[in-house]
């Protein structure tokens, strides 16, 4: 059976009209040979240029993967068969002619894994209903599909592992059934054992993928619901092991998914590089039949494709899940996340480490960096990710001054190089957490990524939330001597911030009156857009998309050890004040609408009280 067991019934589906024009534009640019990824088009007139040096390494690569065959498919159900068709076996014999085996990025297994799959749910509709008429070009792409297929399985990404080698898996079970003998029922058995080794070390026990990057846990995410579904098709039940990873990744993603029911752009995230976030969690609700995995009433294209029109009546009936717990800590992957979804509000810190100490190819040196919204409002942001080329812009946004966090002496936290490399990285210590019946909640962690320095020092960081009313941050630079240290906060690039007074600001563009105060800084600094000397000051969302935002940095230079930090207040403006007590206690005491808070931090605990 099909993996896009839908797509028969999708003529006509009038909820989903916008979601299937939107894919027959593009399908029509592609029977044009003009193909858009990461936000760049370029139009090859009569036949695509394979090689084509002038893009980027990672562009190419998409215009070998052929996901715009999904868009032709549904382009084929429009009244547009014919055209659908053409460009469906146009564009295979061009690549079989401009690929001979073995030879460029056509040839790498990442490429092949994605592209096989393709191919195959694309075949299983075009050719069903043309083979007849047709039988040259049937029996040209089954043979490139088999020997790609077996110079993948001869090939696995060992040296990459991660998602690469999952993808690479997923695409030797869906091939397998094509054909027939015993060298393909070992490529079932092989890679069904190496799949169980590998989710049971890529995703963690609270369900987040190993690789710390929400982007490519929507990824991996996908990959490991199409092999379920497929085999529940095509082989056999999904092995217990599978389903319950399966759910966990579910659960993950509905905890961290912000504003919107978009992931926060932590490391490597791009928005519009996977199925949103809201489809694939559709999809998770249909295939287990759970409706506390709908959080929304929307219902994409994706979900309907996979299960078609009685998946999508199940889920219309189910009611949307009203999640209601403020506070989830999920240890393994180290994020902690602050949900009032009545208000609007969300935070979520990245306590966690880099990167799998072997897989450091989407790291950022933005330990203890966070995301912050209120009503709605997306507040604070991460830079996000803009290329994958090696370069300045590439440097910049894996660079710890471009998250919201703590540079000492300029350095990063970790040593980022080349695209995706990483050095000595900084190590995450114990993490503290206390909340109270969703009133508040306080976490705290240190990391050593800046022992290496000439003066080394210990970052630690404690965040305070108090509901409806304030988040407090706090930075300890720990050691001996005297260094300087500099605390990065982005904006929202639709905000501004006014001054008020000294070390005060009002956020100017917000849903609801936000202010920003600053105790303890030597001095600040405020970028937007800036290239020179360096980069500092830009945002972006997706993939070749760019544009400036207002960033405030907090400096401080002194005698070791110190503390500075800023509280971002809700409706009125809030004072802090640092007092150093006895013995290696410090004082934080905030004032926010006639009430006073206390946050007291020593050497070895923390205590928070109003």
């Not at 797509?7 to 589906?13: F, I, K, Q, Y």
């Not at 001095?523 to 993939?543: D, R, V």
Request: aromatic letters at 12%; glycine letters at 6%.
């Amino acid at each position: 059976m099909p993996l896009y067991s839908g797509l028969p019934e999708l003529s006509g589906e009038g909820l989903l009209a916008n979601s299937i024009s939107a894919a027959a534009d593009r399908a029509a640019a592609v029977h044009h040979n003009n193909f858009r990824f990461l936000n760049e088009s370029v139009d090859y007139g009569n036949q695509p240029d394979w090689h084509d040096f002038n893009r980027s390494h990672l562009w190419r690569f998409h215009l070998h993967y052929f996901d715009y065959l999904t868009d032709l498919l549904i382009w084929s159900k429009s009244s547009q068969t014919a055209k659908a068709h053409t460009a469906y076996k146009s564009l295979i014999v061009s690549w079989i002619d401009g690929n001979p085996p073995f030879k460029g990025d056509g040839w790498h297994p990442y490429t092949i894994s994605v592209r096989l799959v393709n191919w195959l749910n694309a075949a299983i509709y075009f050719d069903s209903s043309t083979a007849a008429n047709d039988e040259s070009f049937s029996r040209r792409l089954l043979s490139s599909m088999y020997e790609q297929a077996r110079a993948l399985s001869a090939d696995l990404e060992f040296d990459v592992r991660g998602n690469h080698l999952i993808k690479n898996l997923r695409a030797l079970l869906f091939i397998a059934p094509v054909f027939e003998g015993g060298e393909f029922e070992k490529w079932i058995q092989k890679s069904l054992g190496f799949l169980e080794k590998e989710v049971a070390e890529q995703i963690l026990a609270d369900g987040g993928h190993f690789e710390r990057s929400p982007g490519y846990h929507l990824v991996v995410l996908k990959d490991i619901l199409e092999i379920a579904v497929w085999m529940q098709r095509n082989l056999t039940a999904p092995p217990g092991w599978l389903d319950e990873a399966l759910r966990r990744m579910l659960e993950y993603l509905a905890t961290i998914r912000g504003p919107n029911n978009q992931v926060p752009l932590l490391k490597d995230t791009a928005w519009g590089s996977a199925v949103e976030p809201a489809d694939l969690l559709a999809a998770g609700a249909i295939y287990f039949g759970d409706a506390a995995f709908k959080i929304s009433e929307d219902c994409g294209i994706y979900p309907f494709l996979l299960f078609g029109r009685s998946g999508w009546n199940r889920f219309k009936n189910w009611p949307v899940s009203r999640r209601s717990r403020i506070f989830t800590v999920l240890e393994d992957i180290g994020h902690y996340v602050i949900k009032d979804n009545p208000k609007g509000d969300y935070l979520i810190l990245d306590a966690g480490k880099p990167c799998p100490d072997y897989l450091p190819a989407h790291a950022h040196a933005d330990m203890f960096s966070y995301e912050f919204a209120a009503n709605g409002q997306r507040v604070v942001v991460d830079s996000g990710v803009y290329e994958y080329s090696a370069g300045s812009w590439r440097d910049y946004f894996r660079s710890t001054r471009a998250h919201n966090t703590l540079a000492v002496e300029g350095a990063d936290q970790s040593e980022i190089w080349d695209s995706f490399r990483v050095a000595r990285r900084a190590r995450p210590g114990r993490v503290t957490w206390q909340s109270d019946d969703g009133n508040y909640a306080l976490v705290q962690g240190s990391h050593d990524g800046y022992c290496r320095l000439s003066v080394p020092v210990v970052h630690r960081r404690t965040i305070v939330w108090q509901k409806q009313c304030f988040l407090l941050i706090v930075d300890e630079v720990l050691g001996k001597g005297k260094t300087s240290a500099s605390s990065y906060l982005h904006l929202n690039p639709e905000l501004t911030f006014k001054p008020l007074a000294e070390s005060v600001w009002k956020i100017k563009g917000c849903r609801m009156p936000i202010w920003l105060t600053a105790f303890e800084p030597s001095s600040h600094s405020i970028s937007k857009g800036q290239k020179e000397p360096f980069c500092q000051g830009w945002y972006s969302e997706a993939f070749g998309q760019i544009e400036p935002n207002e960033v405030l940095a907090l400096h401080k230079k002194n005698i070791l050890p110190f503390c500075f930090g800023y509280v971002i207040s809700m409706d009125d403006p809030a004072s802090a004040s640092y007092l150093k007590k006895s013995g290696d206690i410090a004082e934080i005491v905030v004032a926010h609408k006639h009430q006073t808070y206390c946050l007291k931090i020593g050497s070895d605990k923390v205590s928070y009280s109003q």
